[in-house]
């Protein structure tokens, strides 16, 4: 039981010097250790770390568990029969919840409805079981607000207890939140045969939140060696806490908080590992000034050299046209492997439209790392628009949305016959619930054939009015339905047309052309599908509710639905947000979206928790996550992490102006880098067209088409 950590700033090797002695670990011969290792990196870096790992020696292993805190909670907690709710089972519940207890509730009860609620709600919750709070927290918090807090406060807090104790009493027996198992996870530690004496390695973490912290103090009194890599200045380390404001405030903190709680537990501390040289930069000194003097008052000038860069484009097309134009010359002239270099942009949202057509263009290929939704899937769209149609009354909007899934039995062909007579003739909803042949057209107009529009009509829209049948007794759309009848009818809808079916052949048309992306896409896909109606009938069992209900409901389980992807490939771009950018053995990145709102990470938005609320709950012991200021100042460290990704070249572009043409101030911290140097000036994309330093374009230069169009126009 003793700890040691790795301490020093970006670059200087503490992810490196981990991966080594997991190594040097497992290449012990298996007869003289079966000591078990254990690697705790955040979510997105377990992949990298595996690679990393795998690509220094060992061809494989099994002593080694690559885990982040989920995954460690998921092995501490065994197999277990009771049913764990997802993040969309949680909105379930508390949308019930909300739903209940509206009357009751003084701040929400107006909002307690609305679309989106349920889920700003259900974050709150997880905030909360991820600050490892109780109900009986509350009772403490509404004791001292009883004294001191703010009216408006205080109402806000009496209704976030109300909802979080029945939200805990109704997960009781029926189902496991993972969230709130932080406490039986710590009980579970000391009795957990793989961390018996084993040695453990933490890194990549900035912070911890509170359940985090009382897991990781767990493991360091069960495991026989630890070491916590820190990224700060280890020079700093004699500042108490309360003077730490730096760059650095965020990890000095949490250094100074474990220190306490090793103390506090009286777990053996090491001398620390402390590096001090940035290796990552040997070969670039311009990095290597970023790294050193970035945000510190009084740093001296330098010259970059070419080895950092600043764009500013006309907007964001232009600026991911530029970014893939560099990526093939980087490949083609510099040999430079593609997985060699990282785009990350600060609002990954705003750009994967442009950088998908951007490197497909180019022949680029490229991996983005972010949660993928699924709100637009087929299936989804085939399901929102059938319910639409049916509770709306046949709108035109939502009966052609339904045709125009490729999931109905019918041409698309016929589709826009249809469509082109509901036009004509305007069509109603009325119009679609008829049994008999429409017969809008005049006995002297020829244009449609009506004999064919009613054959078409009745294979296209009898689908939905079976589904009708089935939901809404006598035509009501408020009447009561069971959940599990709701679910019978959809899957019923579903199967007469075939959607398993459909969804099979996607996978294996995809595995036949190659696309492994897409092939696990579609299977994902319609497991997470059904497990929304597993959930839908498990949190509602015997309530009843309206149709319109269950469909509201969907319709937010649906906008929350997301798949997770690993690199189908080894050799590609990687495309990443800065937070999750994690690889460590980058030559090359380009940083998008530099802008004042934008970088390194957008403005965060309020939630139903406001900075004074938090303040609040703080002041009276209730700690829960960082206020918005808070997180402002940690936008400082997050940019130092971004310009120090790269061991050769930084590219950092910006758009000159928005999508409506106002113009964008780019971010502070371009013009804090650009003040360390002598040499760096502001360059601009304004052609489609790659060109030469003396502003020439020859056909040596084109390799895309939109660039062979431009070219010769």
Known sequence: ????????????????????????????????????????????????????????????????????????????????????????GRQMIVHKILRDSR????????????????RRIAETIRELHRYDKTPVDFEVLQAVEARHALPLSAMKFADLALVFARYTEAIRGRFVDPDAQVRQSCARIADADFLKGARLWVDGFASFTGAETALLVELLRAVEQAEIALCLDPARLGSPAAESDGLFEATER??????????????????????????RFGACPALAHVEKNLFRAGAGRSRADGHIRLLSAPDLRAETQFVAGQIRSLVQERRLRYRDIAVVASDLGRYEHYLRASFDDHGIPYFIDQRKPLDRHPVVELVTAALQAVTGGFAHADVFAYLKSDLVPVPAAHVDVLENYCLAFGV??????????????????????????????TKAVGPLLDLRAALMAGANRDSPLRAADFTRAVFAFLDGLKVRQAVASWVDEAHEAGDLAAADEHRQFFERFVDVFDELVEVFGRDEMSVGDYQAILSLAFSQMTLAFIPPSLDQVLVGSIERSRHPNLRVVFLLGATQKQFPIPLPSTGVLTDADRDMAEAAGFHLAPTTTQTLAERQYLAYIAFTRPSELLYISYPSVDEKGSPVIRSQFVDDLADLFDDIAEAGANSDLPLRTDGRTVAADIHTETELAEWLC
Request: charged content about 20%; hydrophobic content about 40%; aromatic content about 10%.
């Open 428 to 457: 109603d909803g009325r119009d679609w619930l008829r049994s008999d042949p429409w017969r809008f057209q005049g006995p002297d107009d020829a244009s449609f054939d009506e004999a064919a529009i009613h054959r078409i009509r």
């Open 1 to 88: 039981m003793a700890v040691r950590f790795v301490l020093g700033r970006s670059g200087t090797g503490k992810t490196t010097h981990c991966v080594e002695a997991i190594v040097e670990a497992l290449s012990r011969s298996p007869s003289a250790s079966t000591q078990s290792l254990v690697f705790l990196v955040p979510e997105q870096a377990t992949y990298e770390a595996e690679r990393a790992i795998l690509s220094s020696g060992p061809a494989g292993y099994h002593r080694l568990r690559v885990l982040s805190f989920n995954r460690l909670q998921f092995f501490l907690a065994g197999r277990s029969t009771t049913a764990s709710v997802s993040p969309i």
């Open 103 to 118: 009357e009751q509730l003084q701040v929400f009860r107006s909002s307690a409805l609305l679309p989106g609620f349920a």
């Open 254 to 279: 949490t250094y100074h908080e474990l220190l306490e709680q090793i103390q506090a537990f009286k777990i053996e501390l090491h001398e620390p590992v402390v590096f001090e040289q940035a290796r």
